[in-house]
């Protein structure tokens, strides 16, 4: 069974470039059997999908967020990232990395993922 474990800056300014690190252990990232993805909850509303990557290093985004992210991976250390340019307060959430075990199809649907990590909260604000 993975773990994932979410790690950030916490609090960000306007306009920033924010980076989240999903530290993944009991599996590789490259194992066929996940797809790794990124959700978040702002304060009071949904879920919201963001992206995910595959075993293969593909990558498929919520076309809201499209421009401002690329998700990408470190093998070394079995890590999934993703970077959020010209950051608002909107982006202000928990974020969540979240893993697909044996997915059929790419899913968009945060109910469809098996595993979570705990979460981690980014603030943005001046």
């Known amino acids: 069974q993975v773990q994932l474990q979410e790690s950030g800056p916490g609090l960000v300014k306007p306009s920033q470039t924010l980076t989240l690190n999903c530290t993944v252990s009991?599996?590789?990232?490259?194992?066929?059997?996940?797809?790794w993805s990124w959700i978040r909850q702002p304060p009071g509303k949904e879920l919201e999908w963001m992206g995910v990557?595959?075993?293969?290093?593909?990558?498929h985004y919520n076309p809201a967020h499209k421009s401002r992210t690329s998700i990408f991976r470190d093998t070394s250390k079995n890590q999934i990232s993703l970077p959020l340019t010209s950051a608002t307060p909107e982006d202000t959430a928990v974020y969540y990395c979240?893993?697909?075990?044996?997915?059929?199809?790419?899913?968009?649907?945060?109910?469809?993922?098996?595993?979570w990590g705990q979460g981690t909260q980014v603030t943005v604000s001046s």
């Open positions: 979240a893993a697909d075990y044996w997915p059929a199809r790419i899913s968009t649907a945060p109910m469809e993922y098996d595993y």
């Open positions: 009991g599996d590789s990232i490259t194992a066929s059997a996940y797809a």
């Open positions: 990557i595959g075993a293969d290093g593909s990558t």
